[in-house]
Nanobody
Framework: QVQLVESGGGFVQVGGSLRLSCAASRSSFSVNSMGWYRQAPGKQRELVATITNIGTTTYADFVKGRFTISRDSDNAKTTVYLQMHSLKPEDTAVYYC?????????????WGQGTLVTVSS
C-alpha cells in the first residue's frame, strides 16, 4: 500500500509564505507525476501544480509566479514540495497531494489526507 504523508499547512496572514511537503515511501512502483490540488469550502477540487518524473511542471493560472513545485528523490522516498508566496485569502483551502504512477501492471493513483491552509486578512 502506498501512503502519502503531507505536512506544512497552517495559518498565515495575507502576503505570507508557506511550504507544503508530501512524501511517498519508495516501493515497487514507478512515479510518473506528483502534484498538489486544493479544495475550498463549497467548491470542487482543482489543480494547483504538478511535476513529472523528468521535472516538467504545470501550474494553474491563479498561482503562476507565486507558487513553485519541486521534487526530491532518494533510495527511501520521493518528496514533492509546494512553496507558496504572496498568499491571498482565496488560497484558503485543503491542499491534497497526488501521485500518479505504475505498480506493474496496473496504473496507480494515490491521494494524501489533505492539509489545511488558511490565509487571513
Amino acid at each position: 500500500q502506498v501512503q502519502l504523508v503531507e505536512s506544512g499547512g497552517g495559518f498565515v496572514q495575507v502576503g505570507g509564505s508557506l511550504r507544503l511537503s508530501c512524501a511517498a515511501s519508495r516501493s515497487s512502483f514507478s512515479v510518473n507525476s506528483m502534484g498538489w490540488y486544493r479544495q475550498a469550502p463549497g467548491k470542487q477540487r482543482e489543480l494547483v501544480a504538478t511535476i513529472t518524473n523528468i521535472g516538467t511542471t504545470t501550474y494553474a493560472d491563479f498561482v503562476k509566479g507565486r507558487f513553485t513545485i519541486s521534487r526530491d528523490s532518494d533510495n527511501a522516498k520521493t518528496t514533492v514540495y509546494l512553496q507558496m508566496h504572496s498568499l491571498k485569502p482565496e488560497d484558503t483551502a485543503v491542499y491534497y497531494c497526488n501521485l500518479r504512477g505504475l505498480w506493474a501492471p496496473r496504473p496507480l493513483e494515490v491521494w494524501g489526507q489533505g492539509t489545511l491552509v488558511t490565509v487571513s486578512s
